[in-house]
């Protein structure tokens, strides 16, 4: 069997303004985890797959546990084309002091 590595990456909307659409929302996300899926971001979830067959087994699970509202997309990339992901990270302000010197005030 060959196996060649792809990556699952999953984009969903979903509503969160009632209560019913929070439990929706929040038992999606459980699915997701419990299922192997990391989370990229807030909305965006990853998952490593060994193949096609495997693939189409992660997608058959997300459409067994789709939210009634809301949209959910997902796309397939090589493990490869997954690495050059370039992530762009801006200045973080922060008024915590992140140092190893010590502060002593007498």
């Known amino acids: 069997m060959l196996y060649r590595f792809m990556r699952i990456i999953l984009f969903f909307d979903l509503p969160m303004v009632a209560s019913d ?16 899926f990391i989370m990229l971001q807030k909305s965006v979830y990853s998952k490593l797959a ?15 546990n789709l939210p009634k509202e809301g949209a959910i997309s997902i796309l397939v990339v090589t493990e490869k084309q997954f690495a050059n992901i370039i992530e762009l990270l801006g200045d973080y302000d922060s008024d915590v002091i992140c140092t190893d010197e010590r502060l002593l005030e007498i």
């Open 21 to 36: 659409e929070l439990r929706a929302y929040r038992k999606f996300v459980k699915f997701l985890k419990k299922d192997g």
């Open 50 to 64: 060994l193949n096609h067959s495997k693939v189409n087994s992660a997608v058959s699970n997300v459409r067994k």
